[in-house]
């Protein structure tokens, strides 16, 4: 049997309503040329059952670990399974887009690079409960330069001098050097475990490997057009860190020494701050490579304090919430005594707005207007009432085909 050109996993837990819609936008892949993998990480039986039913019935290659696994091993279990070329993780929140993918064949033949980014269209559904149902649904394109070769040594000093925020969705920034966001090729993979033991040694399966990816890429190019659409929606861990101090505090021991976590952390004892969390990842990674880098406080410090007052939380008490925000108050007051803060902020301020528990509701937190997304973003967005259905399969049969007249003419580069 050949080896696959592109191996495309999806890693789930629970999720068969995701796993189906997945499935149906894979099942577009060529499959001369890509390899669809679900890897089914289920507690429940039923959902376990429906799963692999679902890839049973559509003939899509299914894996299961012999017990489930927290999530880092889990992916590492899923990408091990993989035989393809090049291979990438896509979650059961992400759905390929399969007339951009068939342009990325051509972009592999010809150029060969160790690592590939995408962009994504994004769908926020209004009803949480009802991820497929009414949202606001969101292109996210720059066919100015549809394809580019980035320096991923200089991306790695970017995001670790605080330059990039992790909640511009809108941004090639996002995703860029992301196996969840991407493809990394056979040969990098097998570079970052030889040279670093797993490409999963940190806390996060998407900003861990990205570190070690970007150190070891001799080639890297991004298609800045979306080859995904992904659903914004609470139901991820992400999420749960984002905004509940216990599940941040149980991900971190499912995944880590927590005792010895908590000390070394930028913001020590600071784990309610997933800014925090992922500087952590950028700082560990840079040392692991032997570039060390030292951090840029007055970029990191506003992140991390968006963290406490740009979502809605939820506390398991007040005194956690005391506790963690005195925090990083403290560490405010340290910083300046040092030197290492040079712009003025408020501490009392910012003290009152996160002891609020008043918070934007959701809609008001995706609503394009209230979230000040530029005009040539915001005409991107679908009607209210557009439904996922309408959104994604219509747009993406009949809005991609003017730009991909030009792609079918042969990738260009810049």
Not at 40 to 69: H, M, W
Request: charged content about 20%; proline content about 6%; overall charge neutral.
């Amino acid at each position: 049997m050949s080896i696959p050109l592109i191996s495309i996993v999806c890693p789930t837990r629970d999720r068969p309503q995701f796993v189906s819609k997945f499935i149906e936008f894979a099942l577009q892949l060529d499959t001369t040329y890509f390899e669809v993998v679900v890897s089914d990480n289920s507690v429940d039986s039923a959902n376990q059952t429906a799963v692999q039913t679902l890839c049973k019935k559509f003939g899509i290659n299914y894996i299961r670990p012999p017990r489930p696994l927290p999530l880092m091993s889990h992916w590492e279990f899923a990408l091990s399974h993989t035989s393809g070329q090049y291979a990438g993780i896509m979650t059961d929140k992400m759905f390929p887009v399969a007339s951009v993918l068939s342009s990325v064949v051509d972009l592999l033949h010809s150029h060969s690079p160790d690592l590939v980014s995408w962009s994504a269209n994004t769908f926020f559904p209004l009803d949480q409960n009802d991820a497929f149902g009414t949202g606001y649904y969101v292109r996210n394109e720059f066919p100015e330069q549809p394809v580019r070769f980035f320096d991923s040594k200089k991306e790695i000093q970017r995001r670790v001098s605080g330059l990039i925020n992790r909640r511009n969705l809108q941004q090639m920034d996002y995703g860029r050097g992301k196996i969840c966001y991407g493809l990394y090729s056979r040969k990098l993979i097998k570079e970052c475990n030889a040279a670093y033991g797993t490409l999963f040694a940190g806390l996060t399966p998407d900003y861990g490997p990205l570190s070690l990816a970007l150190e070891l890429s001799q080639s890297s190019v991004e298609i800045r057009i979306p080859a995904i659409v992904q659903i914004n929606s609470t139901i991820s861990n992400g999420n749960d860190m984002d905004t509940n101090d216990v599940q941040a505090l149980s991900y971190i021991a499912n995944n880590s020494d927590l005792d010895k976590t908590l000390k070394i952390l930028p913001v020590p004892g600071l784990y309610s701050s997933l800014s925090n969390l992922i500087l952590h990842e950028y700082l560990v990674h840079s040392r692991l490579v032997g570039h060390p880098m030292e951090v840029q406080w007055d970029n990191w410090i506003p992140q991390i304090m968006d963290d406490f007052v740009g979502r809605p939380r939820v506390w398991s008490s007040n005194i956690a919430q005391m506790q963690q925000i005195k925090l990083i108050c403290a560490f405010i007051e340290r910083l300046r005594d040092e030197e290492q803060l040079q712009q003025e902020i408020d501490i009392q301020e910012f003290w009152d707005r996160a002891m609020n528990t008043e918070r934007p509701t959701l809609a008001d937190e995706i609503n394009p207007r209230r979230r000040n997304i530029p005009p040539i973003i915001l005409r991107g967005y679908r009607a209210m009432r557009s439904g996922f259905e309408n959104s994604l399969l219509n747009n993406l049969t009949d809005a991609y085909d003017p730009t991909l007249r030009q792609y079918k003419r042969g990738l260009r580069f810049r």
